[in-house]
C-alpha cells in the first residue's frame, strides 16, 4: 500500500541465522507494527511502537525484538531464526495515507527458515 | 488477554447466495471494530465501526457492531466469485498505546 514499504518481499534463511526485516514508512505515522500471518490464525502482534525507542511486545513476542530509531523506520529482528518463524510478515501503521485515515498495511514479507 | 473470535472459519456456498460472517471480542478498553478482506496479499480495509447499532453499506457488503452482545456480523448479499477471501475482523483496544487484535479469519469461497 502507499506510504509502507517493506523489505525484502521474500526471503529464505537457516536456523539459527538472524534475520532482519525492514518496514519503512513516508507519512510520519506514530504507531507501527509487526504481524505474522499463518493459516488458521488471522493476523497475530509481534511488537509495536508508539514512537522513537517507544516499542512494546504483542501476544507472540518470543524469539523477536525490534527497533525504531527513526519514525520512518520499524525493524524486526529474528536473533536466531527457527522453523517456527516461518511465516508471512506483515508491517502496518495508524494513520492518514492519502486520503485513508486508519491502519494501512506493507506487503507482507515472506519469510522461510529450512 | 485481549481475543477476537470469527465464526465459522470456513464458508462455502454458491454464487448468488448471501452469507452472514460473525465476530465477537472480549477486550479491555474498546475503542473500534475493523473489517478486512484479504486476498493474496495485505489485508484491504472494508468497514470500522464504532458505535452500536449503525450499519454500515458498501455496495452489496453491509456490517453492523452490537456493543451489547460484543459482536458484529458482516453481510455479503448476492455472492460472487470476486468475493472469494479471507475476511478478518480486527478490534482497536486502547491500553496506553493503541493496539489492533485479530480474528483467526472466516475462509469465504464462492463456487459459481
Known amino acids: 500500500d502507499a506510504g509502507i514499504t517493506q523489505s525484502p518481499r521474500h526471503k529464505v534463511t537457516e536456523t539459527g541465522t538472524p534475520v532482519t526485516l525492514r518496514c519503512h514508512q513516508t507519512?510520519?505515522?506514530?504507531?507501527m507494527y509487526w504481524y505474522r500471518q499463518d493459516p488458521g490464525h488471522g493476523l497475530r502482534l509481534i511488537h509495536y511502537?508508539?514512537?522513537?525507542?517507544?516499542?512494546d511486545k504483542g501476544e507472540v513476542s518470543d524469539g523477536y525484538s525490534v527497533s525504531r530509531s527513526k519514525t520512518e523506520d520499524f525493524l524486526l529482528t529474528l536473533e536466531s531464526a527457527t522453523s517456527s518463524q516461518t511465516s508471512v510478515y506483515f508491517c502496518?501503521?495508524?494513520?492518514?495515507?492519502?486520503?485513508?485515515?486508519?491502519?494501512?498495511f506493507g506487503s507482507g514479507t515472506r519469510l522461510t527458515v529450512v | 488477554e485481549d481475543k477476537v473470535v470469527q465464526s465459522p472459519l470456513s464458508l462455502v456456498v454458491h454464487e448468488g447466495d448471501t452469507v452472514t460472517l460473525n465476530c465477537s471480542y472480549e477486550?479491555?478498553?474498546?475503542?473500534?471494530l475493523l473489517w478486512y478482506k484479504q486476498e493474496k496479499k495485505a489485508p484491504t480495509f472494508l468497514f470500522m465501526l464504532?458505535?452500536?447499532?449503525i450499519e454500515k453499506k458498501s455496495g452489496r457488503l453491509s456490517s453492523i457492531l452490537d456493543k451489547k452482545e460484543l459482536s458484529s456480523i458482516l453481510n455479503i448479499t448476492a455472492t460472487q466469485t470476486g468475493d472469494s477471501a479471507i475476511y478478518l475482523c480486527?478490534?482497536?483496544?486502547?491500553?496506553?498505546?493503541?493496539?489492533?487484535?485479530f480474528g483467526q479469519g472466516t475462509r469465504l469461497t464462492i463456487n459459481p
Open positions: 480486527a478490534v482497536i483496544v486502547i491500553q496506553g498505546a493503541q493496539k489492533l487484535v
Open positions: 511502537s508508539y514512537g522513537v525507542k517507544d516499542t
Open positions: 464504532t458505535s452500536s447499532g
Open positions: 507519512e510520519n505515522h506514530r504507531y
Open positions: 477486550v479491555t478498553n474498546f475503542r473500534s
Open positions: 502496518a501503521a495508524w494513520g492518514v495515507t492519502g486520503f485513508f485515515y486508519g491502519y494501512t
